[in-house]
């Protein structure tokens, strides 16, 4: 979805650097969410901002940290990357017009590697 | 707690043949449902949604999935696999009770054989 865009697509880094993972979208939502895919195991929440000033953990959030920039704008950083953080990164985005069972809204991904 | 399991990590088909993934749900409250799509280097897309409104509900690119309450299932299928359908596919689920918290089922990829 053009409307959501994430920066890097592809990041390759050794263990104990920083990493920051970008999302903006041009949907005009309020709500944002961070997810990571491992094979096998779906989708899991890692952040999520429902406003500029509401910030929630998700299921995995530990190693994570986020900032809300900008209703458009939500950024992922991984302060010192382990391995075990290698992963495909999703950011999405849904709105509340119409209720509360809108559909989220994804970027292409990034594939983060860390060696 | 909610939760969302797809039976079958990998299925495959013949060009031209039912398509049939399976998706059951566990909720509290009466749940929303998607199904979204994952084509090779993207993100998921909507394929349709179930909110209450009909049992039966028909998505994009020829899917369908009926909601069936008492086998807590939302299956979904199309009547004749296009060799473009090869994707993988997700099941998810979103509380009604307010908070829009989706739980995404671990995925279904679908070969289609020519």
């Known amino acids: 979805d053009a409307d959501v865009t994430q920066t890097p697509r592809n990041r390759i880094t050794k263990t104990g650097k920083r990493i920051m993972l970008e999302c903006s979208q041009t949907?005009?939502?309020?709500?944002m969410y961070w997810y990571r895919q491992d094979p096998g195991l779906g989708l899991r929440l890692i952040y999520y901002?429902?406003?500029?000033?509401?910030?929630n953990k998700g299921e995995i959030s530990d190693g994570y940290s986020v900032s809300r920039q900008a209703q458009a704008k939500f950024s992922l950083s991984l302060e010192s990357a382990i391995p075990n953080q290698t992963a495909l990164y999703f950011c999405?985005?849904?709105?509340?017009?119409?209720?509360?069972?809108?559909?989220?809204?994804f970027g292409d991904g990034t594939r983060l590697s860390i060696l | 707690a909610q939760s969302v399991t797809q039976l079958g990590s990998h299925v495959s088909v013949s060009e031209g043949a039912l398509v049939l993934l399976r998706c059951n749900y566990s909720?509290?409250?009466?749940?929303?449902l998607f199904w979204y799509v994952q084509y090779p280097n993207q993100g998921l897309q909507l394929l349709l949604k179930?909110?209450?409104?009909?049992?039966l509900v028909k998505g994009i690119n020829g899917f369908e999935a009926e909601f069936k309450k008492s086998e807590t299932s939302f299956h979904l299928t199309k009547p004749s696999a296009h060799m473009s359908d090869a994707a993988e596919y997700f099941c998810?689920?979103?509380?009604?009770?307010?908070?829009?918290?989706?739980?995404f089922g671990t995925g279904t990829k679908l070969q289609v054989i020519p």
């Open positions: 999405a985005t849904s709105g509340n017009t119409g209720g509360n069972n809108q559909p989220q809204h």
């Open positions: 949907k005009g939502h309020d709500r």
């Open positions: 901002s429902f406003d500029v000033k509401d910030i």
């Open positions: 909720s509290s409250v009466p749940p929303y």
């Open positions: 179930y909110t209450s409104a009909a049992t």
């Open positions: 998810a689920l979103m509380n009604s009770g307010g908070y829009q918290k989706v739980t």
